[in-house]
């Protein structure tokens, strides 16, 4: 059973960069594939990037490119998702999730971390 | 911004049936790509509530179901329960734009 537990509250100033982590237990990181989903306050989930499972590279939303990053430490088991040049339509709940397959297309997310509140505020 | 289109509410008494509409295109749902549905009770993840159009995770009631037809899914809710209030999410992947997962706009079920 795959389970995700994320880093805690982040209250960042416009402009600057957030780094929120993801810790997996009951799996290794290495046989999952991460993915990253916001979800700003009152709105819907939005996908931001993650893991290939068939090309091994990370994808990420074009909306997003250029600035965020997501890595992994594979010897902690930990995977980050860092955004910089945040503005306040950033604030959101940033949540980790992985694929339930090693396809691309047909996927889905199962199962989810309990989320990360990222306050972009001056 | 969503690719796939939900009507932002749908209520009922207990114990009647509801459905969800979640729209899409030729190049999400229109391609054959596979819809998948969330949960999310009030401050809380996602959760899995429906894969692969129409499969049930271990531990989802029977009481959920999906079907896909066309550009459109659905999910339907019968013997609605206090407990289903929530909010429902499609998602889909999208051919476009170099590939990506994409959501619905979201659904908040009331139960009246």
């Known amino acids: 059973q795959v389970q995700l537990l994320q880093s805690g509250v982040e209250v960042k100033n416009p402009g600057a960069s957030v780094k929120v982590s993801c810790k997996v237990s009951?799996?290794?990181?290495?046989?999952?594939?991460m993915h990253w989903v916001r979800q700003a306050p009152g709105k819907g989930l939005e996908w931001m990037g993650g893991f290939d499972p068939e090309d091994g590279e990370t994808m990420y939303a074009q909306k997003f490119q250029g600035r965020v990053t997501m890595t992994e430490d594979t010897s902690t088991d930990t995977a980050y998702m860092e955004l910089s040049s945040l503005r306040s339509e950033d604030t959101a709940v940033y949540y980790c999730?992985?694929?339930?397959?090693?396809?691309?297309?047909?996927?889905?997310?199962?199962?989810w971390g309990q989320g990360t509140l990222v306050t972009v505020s001056s | 911004q969503s690719v796939l289109t939900q009507p932002p509410s749908v209520s009922g008494a207990p114990g009647q049936r509801v459905t969800i509409s979640c729209t899409g295109s030729s190049s999400n749902i229109g391609a054959g790509y596979n819809v998948h549905w969330y949960q999310q009770l009030p401050g809380t993840a996602p959760k899995l509530l429906i894969y692969d159009d129409k499969n049930r995770p271990s531990g989802v009631p029977d009481r959920f179901s999906g079907s896909k037809s066309g550009t459109s899914a659905s999910l339907a809710i019968t013997g609605l329960q206090a407990e289903d209030e929530a909010d429902y999410y499609c998602q889909s992947y999208d051919s476009s734009l170099s590939g990506s997962y994409v959501f619905g706009t979201g659904t908040k079920v009331t139960v009246l």
């Open positions: 009951g799996y290794t990181l290495t046989e999952l594939s």
């Open positions: 999730a992985t694929l339930a397959m090693t396809t691309v297309t047909n996927n889905w997310f199962d199962p």
